[in-house]
């Protein structure tokens, strides 16, 4: 056996180095990236020049050599196959499942959890974020949504081992619909899909404890996908001269990318423009029910196009991430490279003049505005490697604008294990004891805030 590899050993090594070059420009070509596959095209001359070479090393050394390889390559593609069947994340599961007395981890995506829940009930929506409209280049799209599907229980998400409902408002929000009738509003909150409630239950979410904490009224705008102008831009359509408090929601894990792409939307860019623009989003809600439930449909074609047609490329693509190692490169890059200011791009002066605008917009309804900072997964699970340059930078802008900063991330560093505040210890949004303590930073700072007035 051994003289077998040993003869063929560097004619394979060599066609392998070649097919990788080739796969590297190949990728190359999609993106033309050269910062980013300059080490890979390095890795890959390496690669031939060591094959060549093998042509003339010793038999010896040469089965030493082949034994090293095989030994390497058994570790690697095995460790990529636990990671690629979820065995480390389904042993966390398992012991969720066992802790909170549930019978089953419910793996089924929304669209099919969706499918299934439309035979029993055909109202049921799914969540249609206002992100979808972004950018969109159907023109006569003429109109900007910043919610979803009013009046609807809403399938929203799962990463605790359930999915998420909510019941939306007439304006398509989580709120409980008579909170738009109350006379005073005590908090208006203006943020993403942690804001939402992603992905827990009432009375889990910030908003519904919020109410528990302070019996009072609270209306809620946030909504998954939002970067900081559709925040905005909700703020100018939704808010109301009886609100007395205003909380922006800030995640450092994607707002600033959010912005980015928000800042190239014409229709968006008008409420910076414009300080009285409107799209009367309050009258228009039948219009925007409209388009989500088009775009739930354009969706689902698609899901089934796709489940039926396209079976054999997926099957392929999952084979190609599994041969390039896909799993480990990304743990590799996470653990030691991983840097926040790299993939946010981050926009000090839009960031600023969007914080100006809201800022600006809550002192003309005479309403008080607070700040709040929420830490990603990334943070905690990396502290090593992680920056915190564009926290120093939001900080910065948000004190200098004399805007009230409460600090999740420091609240969760002081945290014993801070991990154990998402769900499975895993990447996405925080589990219900997360969200608790959230929830009442926010409300504390707040009432410490008022009563040194």
Wanted: glycine share 2%; charged share 25%.
């Amino acid at each position: 056996m051994l003289f077998f590899l040993r003869k063929y050993f560097s004619y394979f090594l060599f066609i392998l180095s070649l097919l990788f070059l080739l796969l590297v420009i190949y990728e190359f070509s999609n993106s033309y990236d050269l910062k980013k596959y300059s080490i890979y095209f390095f890795l890959s001359f390496i690669l031939i020049i060591f094959s060549i070479c093998t042509f003339f090393l010793k038999n010896n050394f040469l089965d030493y050599l082949i034994i090293s390889i095989i030994s390497i390559f058994i570790t690697f593609y095995s460790f990529e196959f636990l990671l690629t069947n979820n065995f480390f994340k389904n042993k966390d599961k398992n012991n969720y499942l066992l802790n909170n007395e549930l019978t089953k981890y419910d793996d089924r995506n929304r669209f099919e959890i969706y499918t299934d829940l439309l035979k029993s009930n055909k109202e049921i929506k799914v969540t249609v974020t206002p992100r979808a409209y972004v950018n969109n280049i159907n023109k006569k799209l003429n109109i900007r949504p910043l919610s979803g599907i009013s009046n609807s229980k809403t399938i929203y998400c799962n990463e605790n081992g359930y999915y998420s409902f909510f019941q939306s408002d007439r304006y398509g929000f989580n709120n409980p619909d008579n909170e738009w009738d109350k006379t005073d509003i005590e908090y208006l909150l203006i943020g993403d899909s942690f804001t939402l409630g992603g992905c827990v239950n009432a009375p889990h979410d910030i908003a519904s404890v919020l109410r528990i904490l302070s019996n009072k009224n609270i209306l809620n705008l946030g909504y998954g996908g939002n970067g900081p102008l559709l925040e905005y831009a909700a703020l100018r359509e939704y808010l109301d001269q009886k609100v007395k408090n205003v909380i922006m929601i800030y995640y450092e894990g994607n707002d600033l990318k959010n912005l980015q792409t928000e800042l190239k939307d014409e229709f968006l860019n008008q409420y910076l423009l414009n300080s009285n623009y409107s799209q009367q989003l309050k009258f228009q809600q039948k219009l925007i029910d409209s388009l989500a439930h088009e775009m739930i449909d354009v969706e689902m074609k698609r899901i089934i196009e796709i489940s039926q047609t396209h079976k054999i490329y997926f099957l392929l693509e999952k084979m190609l991430k599994f041969i390039k190692l896909s799993n480990i490169r990304f743990l590799i890059k996470e653990k030691y490279f991983y840097d926040p200011n790299n993939d946010k791009n981050f926009l000090n002066k839009d960031f600023e003049m969007v914080m100006k605008e809201i800022k600006r917009t809550v002192l003309e309804n005479k309403s008080k505005l607070y700040f709040v900072y929420l830490p990603e997964w990334s943070r905690f699970k990396y502290p090593i490697s992680y920056s915190n340059e564009n926290y120093n930078k939001i900080r910065e802008i948000i004190k200098n604008l004399d805007i009230k900063f409460i600090d999740i991330k420091k609240v969760f560093l002081e945290d014993e294990d801070p991990l154990s505040l998402f769900p499975f210890r895993m990447h996405g949004h925080y589990n219900i004891e997360g969200y608790l303590k959230v929830s009442k930073t926010i409300y504390d700072e707040i009432l410490k805030d008022q009563l040194s007035e």
